[in-house]
């Protein structure tokens, strides 16, 4: 069965350094989010993107972030420089037109020190 | 606005006993809900969902749950925990509009032999 993976599993990164998360969504997925869960609270929607834009963000998705599907397969969210409360377990997910599940990769968590 | 909330946060319940994990909706709409549950180091995996056909949803893993607009509720249950049940479960509701998933605060069930 197909399903959505995400890379690395753990990232420890210094504060104001850039990270990448990548995430491999199903391939014929065409709706793509990112979501992230701070320690002990919930998840979060930070981003979706459809047709190599992003159609939905949140207050929390500001300029030090941005995301991308470089290749037709990859699905990325950058954090430019990141902080000490980016430290989350970050979700991607990948859904298809007209249907309301989501299907949601294992996470990666992000130590930012 | 579209909101869940989970009003347990820990749920305890001996193997062999039934499970009862609770959710209330708020939505201006005619909800879609979902339960996910989320094992220790994997994904979020969808238990069931209610797209407004038949009130009472079956899932896997012999879960179900019961749509009921005149309590707003969308309770999880299951008659017989097993010890693979341990985990956290969350609550899920669609905006409607984004299609973006707006969580509830996890209920994490422990499961007593």
């Known amino acids: 069965e197909p399903e959505v993976t995400q890379t690395p599993s753990h990232q420890v990164t210094q504060m104001g350094q850039e990270v990448i998360l990548r995430c491999v969504p199903i391939s014929n997925h065409l709706y793509f989010y990112w979501y992230r869960q701070i320690l002990g609270q919930k998840v979060e929607f930070l981003v979706s993107?459809?047709?190599?834009?992003?159609?939905?963000k949140s207050e929390i998705f500001d300029d030090q972030f941005s995301v991308e599907r470089p290749d037709g397969s990859n699905f990325t969210l950058k954090i430019r420089s990141t902080k000490l409360e980016d430290s989350a377990m970050y979700f991607c997910?990948?859904?298809?037109?007209?249907?309301?599940?989501?299907?949601f990769g294992p996470g990666t968590r992000l130590t930012v020190t | 606005a579209q909101s869940v909330t989970q009003l347990d946060s820990h749920v305890s319940v001996s193997e062999g006993t039934p499970v009862l994990l609770r959710c209330n909706y708020s939505?201006?709409?005619?909800?879609?809900l979902f339960w996910y549950v989320q094992h220790p180091n994997k994904g979020l995996q969808l238990l069931l969902k209610y797209t407004s056909a038949a009130t009472l949803v079956k899932g896997i893993n012999g879960f179900e749950a019961e749509f009921k607009k005149s309590e707003t509720s969308f309770h999880l249950t299951k008659p017989s925990a097993h010890m693979s049940d341990a985990a956290e479960y969350f609550c899920?509701?669609?905006?409607?509009?984004?299609?973006?998933?707006?969580f509830g605060t996890g209920t994490r069930l422990k499961v007593l032999a």
């Open positions: 939505s201006s709409y005619s909800p879609s």
């Open positions: 899920v509701v669609i905006d409607p509009g984004t299609y973006k998933y707006i």
């Open positions: 997910a990948g859904g298809q037109p007209l249907a309301d599940e989501q299907y």
């Open positions: 993107f459809y047709n190599n834009e992003i159609s939905e």
